[in-house]
């Protein structure tokens, strides 16, 4: 037997449930409840099957100066915002600092001023498509179970490069279990998830890919266990709204006052005195483009950290309303995931070629059948010896 995950970023319900892939190969079909945020947070529940506050994973940067990669970025801090932002500066800090740390995962900057980057650590230090990157992974687990396995993700491969190098390891047979991270959907949904004939495009040529995999790991045993998935779906744009203006009117100063981080679908703050936190929240509950989460909220997410580093206060766009400007760029894209799990544009899937031992809702659901796969493997290579 062998087992082939393929893992689509931002691959949604709402694009597959009127439109089914391979279904005569894929039949069994279910929406998936994701975490809150984005992939830094969702793909981590995935490999490990625990909530972000369990894993360490959540959203990519968290406040904690004292081991901040950036940390060397307080000697210049005295040059003003304009040359520390600068393109080209702002290029060299980054490639500095992950040399700096040796950071091996993935590993960006984004819109975060630099001013602000040493107050900030990054959760995905390490690769998270090898054992090690997540704690107690999937990847750890076929480690050390003894089961022949392979991983394949952009940090090696275009999508198409994937497709076709797992193939290639098929026809020779070299592993039992393969794990395929295909990213690139992810970026089309991004700037194009309203163009509904560009969507089918893109959904008959990943169908066509799945097809040809499909078919090399039949030739290669009549037994295949074969399975779609994703971490989330995308939430088509209804509208920018412009909180950081909001926040900048109450004259209040970064970073002796506050911190905030504007991600597209949430703004994250941290308070250095009562003043600013008062008057933040009180700004925060004034507006009707989203909401402050609440403590039960954030424990039922996952996102609960005990010290706060993901963000003292936590304010969430409603759906389809994102933060523009952001520290994701100035204009907002067409399409973005990361807002409450239960709006219906969110949802992940899980689609198989047989049904499951239990029933799939979530992602630490589907967490748990890759676990069982790799467990049946070993099984099987204990059986043969």
Known sequence: MIAVFTLID???????????????????????????????????????????????????????????????????????????????????????????SRFGGYFQLYGVPVELLPYFDICEKKDIYRPGGVPSSLFDRLEELGVRYRTYSYHQFSDQEIVHTAQQDMNEGKYDFYFLYLSELDAYLHNACQDAQGVEHQLSRYEKWLGEVYETARRTDEEVVFYVLSDHGMTPKRSGYDLVGKIRELNLVMPRDYLALYDSTMARFWFFNERAEKQITSRLTELDCGHILSQAEKRDLGIDFPDDRQGKTVFLMNPGVLIEPSFFGKTAPEGMHGFHPDDPYSSAVFLSNAKPEREIQTLVDVHQVMAECADTLRDGVHAER
């Open 10 to 100: 931002a691959l949604g319900w709402t694009y597959i449930k009127d439109r089914p892939l391979l279904p005569d190969i894929l039949t069994y079909r279910r929406e998936v409840r994701t975490v809150l945020g984005f992939s830094s947070g969702a793909i981590p529940t995935l490999l490990s099957g625990k909530l972000p506050r369990e894993s360490g994973h959540w959203n990519l940067f968290y406040y904690d100066p004292e081991r901040s990669p950036f940390r060397w970025v307080r000697w210049f801090r005295f040059l003003p915002p304009s040359i520390l932002n600068h393109r080209v500066v702002r290029r060299g800090i980054r490639f500095i600092s992950q040399r700096m």
